[in-house]
């Protein structure tokens, strides 16, 4: 890893570029339009088209039938089903605490006053994106899909890409069987973004599109967003630890290594005010890289990662919120003391008994989080991600009297005349149409 030393340095290496510009390129661009375009035009055609020559697989039929998903229960492990089973009950708890607030907040945002509030719905369709081909991925099924669950969307469509036999992965289609997904699509890539987005013959348009991929994946959320709303950009793996001298550095580097292997561009950082400590860590990682199996990714990820000496931990904070990273470890004495001062990030893991692993599979939050810096004004994924907010004003004729004149002499400012007569015209017939004593109130 690369030994940093001094805030002021720290600051300029950690300061975030233009994240995407430095991942793509026009080519990438350029593929991907053609891809979206194809499939907007040709629908499921395109999309039997590209899976057979991206992912060198013939399908005979895109959706997952019932029977391919019962099967897959008899392909895995009953302990993974069991895992599974048990990650999706802390999910669904989590989730359902905070739907429960939401729902409180909705009674009370309904009549904000006498005449204002607010109204909550959740999405009618969402489109959920779970990486595969050559992997698995059956936690990312249930982290999206039972918040979608939760927050009731109407229907919960997803696809995943098929690996070489056609079929997605048993442990995944296990994972969104339990998450209640309604329809399961063999298809990956920037053809299954455009069909989520537009709709073809088999896969239903969506109302918005939510999960991680590779550039092609991203791109191609990034082309269709305003067709359909997106959850985010996400990239690569993030995580930063805070650690001082009370840390175990055989924990610190296992935290490191662990997201280092998800992806030779994943970040990993230590931020710390012991130079013991980093040492240590240092040589730990070496030695536990050892035992990986994907030992070449995580390489190459350790390579690029940092170490960065401080002389406060309020320095490692703040150096933590300019980097805005997706996971942050707190590996510090009095650990909780430093929750309110950090303000950009996707998820804090506090003290050494709450591992990120723990987050990625069983802790109950979602483990789709903001990446890139967009901590810095993104959210992770949430009941909150699939609801929707609609404001309401139902004025009474006393209310709307005192607003309108007002609401005149800004619209004749803004040269709007018909937005002045619209209000002037109600003024004009309550003027000679009002009958005294009528009550014109509203309930909301």
């Known amino acids: 890893m690369i030994k940093v030393e001094g805030f002021n340095k720290a600051k300029g290496l950690l300061s975030r570029k233009n994240y995407w510009e430095s991942f793509t390129s026009s080519e990438e661009e350029e593929v991907v339009e053609r891809i979206i375009a194809d499939v907007r035009n040709r629908g499921d055609e395109a999309v039997f088209n590209y899976t057979r020559k991206l992912d060198g697989v013939e399908l005979g039929s895109l959706e997952v039938s019932k029977n391919e998903i019962l099967s897959a229960y008899n392909e895995i492990d009953k302990e993974l089903i069991s ?37 909550i719905h959740s999405l009618d369709r969402v489109g959920l994106y779970v990486p595969g081909g050559t992997a698995a991925y059956p936690s990312t099924a249930l982290m999206m899909a039972i918040p979608a669950s939760v927050a009731g969307v109407g229907e919960i469509i997803m696809t995943s890409p098929p690996a070489k036999g056609g079929k997605i992965p048993a442990a995944t289609l ?33 109302d918005k599109i939510c999960g991680p991929g590779n550039i092609f994946v991203t791109l191609a959320k990034k082309r269709v967003y305003g067709v359909v709303a997106i959850d985010g950009l996400e990239g690569p793996s993030e995580a930063v630890i805070i650690a001082d001298n009370t840390a175990n550095p055989v924990l610190c580097a296992a935290d490191l290594l662990a997201q280092a292997e998800h992806d030779p561009s994943a970040s990993v950082i230590l931020l710390t005010t012991s130079a013991e400590l980093a040492n240590q860590v240092d040589k730990e990682i070496a ?22 000496l ?6 490692a904070v703040e150096l933590a919120n300019l980097f805005a990273p997706e996971h942050l470890s707190l590996m510090v004495s009095q650990a909780s003391s430093l929750i309110d001062k950090i303000h950009n990030v996707g998820c804090i893991f506090v003290g050494e008994n709450s591992p990120i692993v723990l987050g990625d599979y069983v802790a109950g939050p979602s483990h789709v989080l903001p990446t890139g810096g967009s901590a810095r004004f993104s959210s992770p994924l949430s009941v909150t991600s699939f ?36 209000v002037e015209e ?14 014109q109130s509203h309930v909301i």
Request: charged share 20%.
């Open 83 to 119: 895992a599974l089973e048990l990650a999706a009950g802390k999910i669904h708890a989590f989730h359902s605490a905070l739907q429960r607030r939401i729902t409180n907040m909705a009674k009370q945002s309904r009549t904000i006053d006498k005449y204002l509030g607010q109204q």
């Open 174 to 206: 296990v994972a969104a069987d339990i998450a209640s997904v309604n329809r399961l699509f063999k298809v990956g890539g920037a053809q299954a973004i455009a069909a989520l987005a537009f709709g073809t013959q088999s896969i239903p348009k969506v």
């Open 287 to 308: 030695k536990q890289l050892t035992r990986l199996k994907r030992h070449s990714i995580a390489t190459q990820a350790i390579n690029a990662g940092m170490i960065v």
């Open 310 to 315: 401080v002389d406060y931990v309020d320095q």
């Open 387 to 422: 609801l929707k907010f609609s404001n309401i004003v139902a004025l009474d004729e006393i209310a709307m009297r005192e607003l309108s004149q007002a609401a005149i002499v800004i619209a004749k400012a803004e040269g709007l005349d018909g937005h002045a007569l619209a």
């Open 426 to 439: 109600r003024l004009s017939q309550l003027s000679h149409h009002c009958e005294s004593g009528a009550d």
